[in-house]
């Protein structure tokens, strides 16, 4: 149904900024976690639209518990599931005071986090939410299976019916994306599904694998 992985990460990222490694804003690790578990149910482009303030004043896990959870309900409100999202937010603050730096402004996770079994074990951190912090932070070869990556894995036949969950899809994809692109499968996947290759409409005039791709959906 649609191009090889071979093919397309040898022609898709010919398109693709590879210097953006995520649309989301954040100032450092911290941020950036907390910008991923902000994205639940919600585009980058909205959770822009807050961080750069809540992040002016707490851009730490020291910080974010001084703003407390009613301060940062009032950055974040207009985003779905705000209340939530600021108590895994605060939960993961506590925790991660019991680090090293828990008041520096450039925070960076301990190294005993850049392990995906001890990412996961932090307050809001599921799987998806590890593997993109893990890929974009530190390039591991960890795919953040979001809706464009879910979808298009489906569109181009890389993976089969069964794989109905985010973990299945990530188990099959790993196994059929040649090694080589699995650190930049999520950046290039996630960008040419929100640009090109979207739900609805998909710009395949635009797309460098359009001629390999026999999707019942494409456009030219």
Not at 47 to 52: D, G, I, R, Y
Not at 108 to 114: D, L, M, R
Not at 171 to 197: A, D, F, S, T, W
């Amino acid at each position: 149904m649609g191009p090889t992985p071979d093919i397309y990460f040898k022609y898709v990222p010919t398109v693709i900024d590879m210097s953006i490694r995520s649309e989301l804003y954040s100032v450092n690790e911290f941020t950036f976690a907390v910008a991923v578990i902000l994205s639940a149910q919600a585009t980058d482009k909205k959770v822009n639209e807050v961080t750069p303030d809540l992040f002016r004043v707490a851009p730490s896990p020291a910080k974010m518990l001084m703003l407390g959870e009613d301060g940062l309900k009032n950055h974040i409100r207009v985003l779905s599931f705000f209340n939530n999202k600021a108590k895994s937010i605060m939960g993961l603050a506590t925790q991660l005071m019991n680090d090293e730096n828990p008041n520096d402004d450039n925070y960076k996770f301990p190294k005993k986090y850049h392990n995906r079994d001890n990412l996961m074990k932090l307050p809001g951190v599921g799987q998806k939410t590890a593997n993109v912090i893990m890929n974009v932070l530190w390039g591991a070869p960890n795919i953040g299976v979001d809706t464009h990556v879910f979808r298009n894995a489906h569109r181009y036949g890389w993976v089969g019916n069964d794989a109905n969950t985010p973990e299945k899809v990530e188990e099959q994809l790993i196994k059929i994306i040649p090694k080589k692109y699995h650190p930049i499968v999520n950046h290039v996947m996630v960008l040419h599904g929100r640009y090109i290759c979207r739900a609805l409409r998909p710009k395949c005039g635009e797309c460098p694998v359009a001629k390999w791709c026999t999707a019942p959906d494409k456009t030219i």
